[in-house]
């Protein structure tokens, strides 16, 4: 397979992002600003399309809605439509592929062991979850491969190591107003479930909340300075905020948040760092054979 430049389009129908190769879509208004993106030979994208910033208010689109007009041959409209004009042949073949690519996963899904488990993102506390096969709808999103994922999370932001790596949990779904369906690109995980889970985990939080508030301001932490590359000790005094990254679980040592330090952590509570100031932050340096394990004692498991 040679290198191709392709771009992505919004497919109703099927309810998913296509990327269709340029020579397939033909001059309408909006062509001019469609994001071109060059595949090699494997299919992974060799240059990725611009970022935009949220006060950019005429930044260009990079994806746009297919017109089904023009697949009917009924589009008016020609070279002035304000959608994208794919060669029918192409689109049908396209949506004949996810058609059976939906329904070979969808058998895969109902052949799975009840037990099979999932690896899910739950946003409501950031967090990635092992959620058995019985507990889940089936979903495009779950036979997604992290190449293909059309969710897009800001660089800036704390989850975004989390998104596109797994299917998230699909908020709408949660709420009962979801209307994607099996097309979904996240994971429709069982209320009763799910909300049992976001609710031990509020426990956890209120509990650690305690432990900490209860903590004497001189008390001791080892937290990893990212500046040093090493970890140190510092006093809870110097803790700004409270944070879930001072109880993690397990031996590893919490990072001081460098987003933080920049005021761009969207998590707050359930950031797995530490909230502290580095620039004013008192610390002790330990000797070598110390500085393998830190963090507060009570622990999640």
């Known amino acids: 397979m040679a290198e191709c430049v ?26 001019p600003m469609l994001v071109p993106i060059a595949l090699n030979a494997e299919g992974l994208a060799l240059n990725a399309p611009s970022e935009t910033t949220e006060t950019d208010s005429k930044a260009e689109k990079s994806v746009f809605t297919l017109c089904e007009l023009y697949q009917r041959g009924k589009c008016d409209r020609k070279d002035k439509c304000r959608h994208v004009h794919v060669e029918p042949e192409f689109l049908r073949e396209q949506r004949q592929k996810h058609l059976v690519w939906m329904e070979d996963n969808a058998h ?8 099979q488990v ?6 409501t506390i950031k967090e990635v979850m092992q959620v058995p ?3 889940l709808e089936y979903t495009r999103g779950l036979f997604l491969s992290p190449e293909d994922r059309d969710k897009k999370v800001p660089p800036s932001t704390s989850v975004n190591s989390y998104c596109g790596k797994v299917p998230t949990a699909c908020l709408l779904h949660l709420n009962g107003a979801c209307k994607w369906g099996e097309h979904c690109n996240q994971a429709h995980i069982s209320r009763e479930w799910l909300q049992a889970r976001n609710h031990d985990f509020e426990l ?8 900490f508030t209860q903590l004497p301001p001189s008390q001791l932490l080892r937290v990893y300075h990212p500046n040093l590359y090493e970890v140190v000790q510092i ?15 397990g031996d590893k040592v919490p ?20 909230h502290a100031n580095l620039e004013h932050m008192t610390f002790h340096r330990l000797p070598p054979s110390e500085g393998t394990a830190g963090g507060v004692a009570a622990r999640r498991h």
């Open 6 to 31: 392709v771009v992505d389009v919004i497919d109703v129908t099927t309810k998913s992002t296509m990327r269709v190769p340029v020579q397939y879509v033909r001059p309408t208004a909006v062509t």
């Open 108 to 115: 895969v899904f109902e052949r799975m062991p009840p037990n």
């Open 118 to 123: 999932f690896e899910v993102f739950n946003a």
């Open 133 to 135: 096969r019985v507990q």
């Open 204 to 211: 956890w939080m209120e509990a650690r909340r305690a432990d």
């Open 235 to 249: 006093s809870k005094e110097s803790i700004i905020q409270f944070t879930r990254g001072l109880f993690q679980a």
């Open 255 to 274: 990072s001081v948040c460098l987003l933080f330090q920049k005021n761009r952590c969207s998590c707050g509570e359930l950031c797995k760092q530490i």
